[in-house]
Every structure is written in structure tokens, then in C-alpha cells.
């Protein structure tokens, strides 16, 4: 929520009657949908069409979703896809700390999608960083929730430890200047 406007995500394709794809707001002080309506971030539906989790920091909107679009960037106020990541499995919970976008899920490899502009700069966010791997086991491997302060980065999931690892183990987590 910023100011007045609160931004859903999910798996839909219409919010009232009217034509949304998995992004859409509304203003809480007329209790009404607004007319923001970003495209969709992939073009196949079925590789991007769930958004887990959505950081709204000033102008941009970062969601967590699947594969080809598992972290993006749009502009909160016009739409506009901003920037996107792909990775090799989903990412599923997001928090931003000192200008880095954290992207945790279950994937093993993340990267940025040449493109439209990119914020803050004119350098996409680049190659990612590992600031943690942890490895896990099990039917739903990964991170599943993140928070964060300004000193402290607060991971939640389903993973067996954190810290150096062997070559072995699987990264969960991945790093992005916003």
C-alpha cells in the first residue's frame, strides 16, 4: 500500500468486471479499482501468471512470479514493465533493503532480461549475488517468505541450512540493485 492506493497481485485475469493481468489497485478512500492496468509480464501465461509476493517502493511495483518473468519491475504509474529476471524455478517472496531487491524462491540460477529502461540508472541490475545459500530438501524446497531492516535480512522456507555451502547445494536467494 502507498498512500491511498493498494496493489494486489495474484493469479487473475479480471478484478470486477474489468480486464487485469495478475497486477491491478485500488483506492481505498473511494473503495474503487483504479484504472492502472500493466500487461502482462510474459507473454506465455502459463510461464509468469501467478504473482507470489509485491514490494511497492516510490514509483515501482517488484513482483515475485515464475520462470521467464520470476522477478519484475513495473512503473507504478504507468504500467510500464521496467525490468525483468528470469530464473530456472520460481521465486517466491521479495523485500527491499537499502536500494537491493531480494529474490528468494527455488531456483538455481537468476539473470536480468535485456530491455525497456532500467530504474535508477542506465545499467540493468546485472549479474545477481549470493549474500546466502541455503540448501534444502524436500517437496517445496526454498524460500517462501523475507522481511528485512536495515541491518538484518529475515528469510523464511523450507531449507536444510544457510551459509557457505558445498558446490552441491542449491542458492535460494538472489540479490538485485533496484
Known amino acids: 500500500m502507498t498512500g491511498s492506493r493498494l496493489v494486489?497481485?495474484?493469479?487473475?485475469?479480471?478484478?470486477?468486471?474489468a480486464a487485469r493481468a495478475q497486477l491491478a489497485s485500488f483506492d481505498v478512500s473511494t473503495n474503487s479499482l483504479d484504472t492502472w492496468a500493466p500487461?502482462?509480464?510474459?507473454?506465455?501465461?502459463?510461464?509468469?501468471?501467478?504473482?507470489?509476493?509485491?514490494?511497492?517502493?516510490?514509483?515501482?511495483?517488484?513482483?515475485?512470479?515464475?520462470?521467464a518473468g520470476?522477478?519484475?519491475?513495473?512503473?507504478?504509474?504507468?504500467?510500464?514493465?521496467?525490468?525483468?529476471?528470469?530464473?530456472?524455478?520460481?521465486?517466491?517472496?521479495?523485500?527491499?533493503?537499502?536500494?537491493?531487491?531480494?529474490?528468494?524462491?527455488?531456483?538455481?540460477?537468476?539473470?536480468?532480461?535485456?530491455?525497456?529502461?532500467?530504474?535508477?540508472?542506465?545499467?540493468?541490475?546485472?549479474?545477481?549475488t549470493r549474500p546466502s545459500r541455503p540448501g534444502s530438501s524436500g517437496p517445496s524446497p526454498g524460500i517462501w517468505a523475507m522481511a528485512s531492516s536495515s541491518t538484518r535480512l529475515y528469510v523464511g522456507g523450507h531449507f536444510s541450512h544457510s551459509g557457505p555451502a558445498s558446490k552441491?547445494?542449491?542458492?535460494f536467494l538472489a540479490m538485485f540493485a533496484a
Open 8 to 17: 494486489v497481485g495474484g493469479k487473475f485475469t479480471a478484478v470486477n468486471g
Open 39 to 67: 500487461a502482462a509480464a510474459c507473454s506465455d501465461c502459463s510461464d509468469c501468471n501467478l504473482y507470489r509476493d509485491l514490494v511497492v517502493n516510490g514509483g515501482s511495483v517488484y513482483a515475485a512470479s515464475r520462470n
Open 70 to 128: 520470476a522477478a519484475t519491475a513495473v512503473d507504478l504509474g504507468t504500467g510500464r514493465l521496467l525490468w525483468k529476471a528470469s530464473a530456472n524455478g520460481d521465486a517466491q517472496a521479495l523485500t527491499l533493503v537499502d536500494g537491493l531487491l531480494y529474490v528468494g524462491g527455488h531456483f538455481t540460477s537468476i539473470k536480468s532480461q535485456p530491455g525497456p529502461p532500467w530504474p535508477r540508472s542506465t545499467s540493468p541490475p546485472g549479474s545477481w
Open 168 to 171: 552441491t547445494k542449491r542458492p
